[in-house]
């Protein structure tokens, strides 16, 4: 008997026992439990080691398996990758809601925070600007934006669902809910410290400017002001903004419009890859021209399909999960290796050149977004390396067979199927 049918008989034996509640006696340091001191419950050489008959909080526990039960593969001593939207206090105003998380709250997130905002039909965002440039994806409904550039050429446009938009950091912009459900939309900024509660107002501005200077900028009488707010508005209810084309003859300006456009329809983009296990999508500085600090993909995975193992070489990766369910293992030196179990509304995130998974737990469709403080979307295959490097080397280091390695993908499938 090789080595290998020992240790897979040994694994085998194991996994056997944990899954009757009997108490394992697997050894570390063999394939699938490979560390000194033993990590998992295949360990366990008695019953009570894995009872937990403290305070529980079953409801919390059961979102998460893998943390409840790591796999023996996995090493403690990585910082936290998981923050969700689903516990974040939401600011509720009539014309809709926001919440974010910041790495004020998630600690590991040193280059993105995030905002999930809702608009009702035409509650309305305030026209504002920031010290940080805004990503965006639509969830849900259809928005109207308006944005100008700093040589004073607007643009105004009607986003749906799978749409993005990108304001760099200082233009003036605002957001409208339209239509009979409003708009709810995922925000990315590039700075982990920004929030969506400290931006720059109109409303701000205005009421702490004196009224004569008012007067002289606008060349209007001062008292034209009286009346307004003297807090901000932040979102507020408005009212049907009309159609599309009237807003924007309305903007329309000598200096014409942007040269490249400030939104853009990732869901309706082409797959840069596809295959039977799903699909990925990407948008960046080559296709979204005007996206000059943050890359994203649009990542859907079928049933019981994964991501590939692979790590991003250019920046850290911020995860929001859409739909569906799945679990992550994020691989660093040391080694440390943590997984965690994601759901909708989740967040995930894991640093420059760390590897990772994604893999489908649910029945349907796990669809997330993967955005990246960068100008330009990259990515390195675990299987591209293997199969791009002379076999014997991989052969030597993996102690395979060459019919094993001539099965291993050799065109970066992004997704595996099941």
Not at 44 to 54: E, I, M, Q, R, Y
Not at 156 to 173: E, I, M, N, Q, S
Request: hydrophobic share 40%.
């Amino acid at each position: 008997m090789t080595d290998l049918s020992r240790r897979k008989m040994l694994v085998g034996a194991a996994a056997s026992a944990a899954a009757l509640g009997v108490a394992a006696t697997a050894k570390a340091a063999s394939f699938g439990n490979p560390d000194h001191p033993a990590e998992g419950a295949i360990n366990a050489k008695s019953p009570t080691s894995l009872s937990d008959p403290g305070p529980q909080n079953p409801a919390l526990a059961g979102q998460f398996p893998s943390t409840q039960n790591p796999p023996p593969t996995d090493v403690n001593g990585m910082s936290e990758f998981w923050a969700s939207f689903n516990n974040a206090p939401k600011r509720i105003q009539n014309g809709g809601w926001a919440r974010q998380v910041t790495q004020d709250d998630f600690a590991i997130s040193a280059d993105i925070s995030g905002v999930n905002m809702r608009l009702a039909q035409n509650g309305i965002r305030e026209m504002h600007w920031h010290q940080q440039a805004e990503w965006a994806v639509m969830l849900d409904g259809h928005c109207r934006v308006t944005v100008i550039d700093e040589l004073g050429r607007p643009q105004v446009a009607d986003v749906k669902t799978g749409d993005l938009w990108y304001f760099p950091a200082g233009l003036p912009h605002s957001l409208q809910g339209i239509g009979s459900t409003g708009a709810e939309f995922l925000i990315a900024f590039d700075n982990g410290r920004a929030s969506e509660f400290n931006t720059l107002l109109l409303t701000d501005w205005i009421a702490h400017t004196p009224p004569e200077v008012l007067a002289k900028n606008f060349g209007v009488p001062a008292d034209s002001f009286r009346n307004i707010p003297v807090d901000n508005l932040w979102i507020f209810q408005g009212e049907d903004p009309g159609p599309l084309a009237s807003d924007q003859a309305a903007v329309k300006s000598p200096r014409g419009a942007p040269p490249h456009p400030f939104v853009f329809s990732l869901g309706d983009s082409k797959p840069v890859r596809q295959t039977a296990g799903g699909m990925v999508q990407i948008a960046d500085s080559t296709n979204f021209t005007v996206s000059t600090t943050v890359a994203a993909a649009l990542v859907t995975v079928k049933p019981g399909a994964m991501r590939e193992l692979h790590w991003h070489p250019n920046a850290d990766e911020w995860q929001y999960y859409i739909k569906g369910q799945g679990r992550m293992t994020v691989f660093d030196t040391g080694p440390k290796a943590i997984t965690n179990d994601f759901r909708a509304g989740d967040i995930g995130y894991v640093k420059k050149s760390l590897g990772h998974y994604v893999e489908n737990t649910g029945d349907t469709d796990l669809v997330f977004m993967e955005i990246f403080k960068s100008d330009h979307y990259a990515e390195v295959s675990l299987s591209d390396w293997l199969t791009h490097t002379p076999p014997q080397m991989v052969m030597e280091h993996l102690n395979i067979s060459p019919d094993v390695l001539a099965k291993f993908p050799n065109n970066r499938p992004d997704v595996v199927p099941v």
